[in-house]
């Protein structure tokens, strides 16, 4: 029922920045747990960040200092900035939403950065 679709994915070069969004089609948006995962080829899907209703954040060690996860409400979207980025963080970018006994997925967007 509830639709997530990211954008803002690209190729960016080492060093520099970038900014994910994640609009959802539904207003009950506000009760979800919003999270960034990321999986590149041949490695598992990991946790990059998320972000409570309430605006509590987690983060990945590998990204923590580089990356802020947040949340407009009124605009049922969450972000994900991304600075002082790696070739490592290369990977398809997904949006998950998530409370209890409800999960939702994005279709991803894909992140490269050069080197």
């Known amino acids: 029922q509830v639709q997530l679709v990211e954008s803002g994915g690209g190729l960016v070069q080492p060093g520099g920045s970038l900014r994910l969004s994640c609009a959802a089609s539904?207003?009950?948006?506000?009760?979800?747990?919003m999270g960034w995962y990321r999986q590149a080829p041949g490695k598992e899907r990991e946790l990059v960040a998320r972000?409570?209703?309430?605006?509590?954040?987690n983060y990945a060690d590998s990204v923590k200092g580089r990356f802020t996860i947040s949340r407009d409400n009124a605009k049922n979207t969450v972000y994900l900035q991304m600075n002082s980025l790696k070739p490592e963080d290369t990977a398809v970018y997904y949006c998950?939403?998530?409370?209890?006994?409800?999960?939702?997925w994005g279709q991803g967007t894909q992140v490269t950065v050069s080197s």
């Open positions: 998950n939403a998530a409370m209890v006994a409800r999960e939702y």
């Open positions: 539904r207003s009950i948006f506000s009760f979800y747990v």
């Open positions: 972000i409570t209703s309430g605006g509590s954040t």
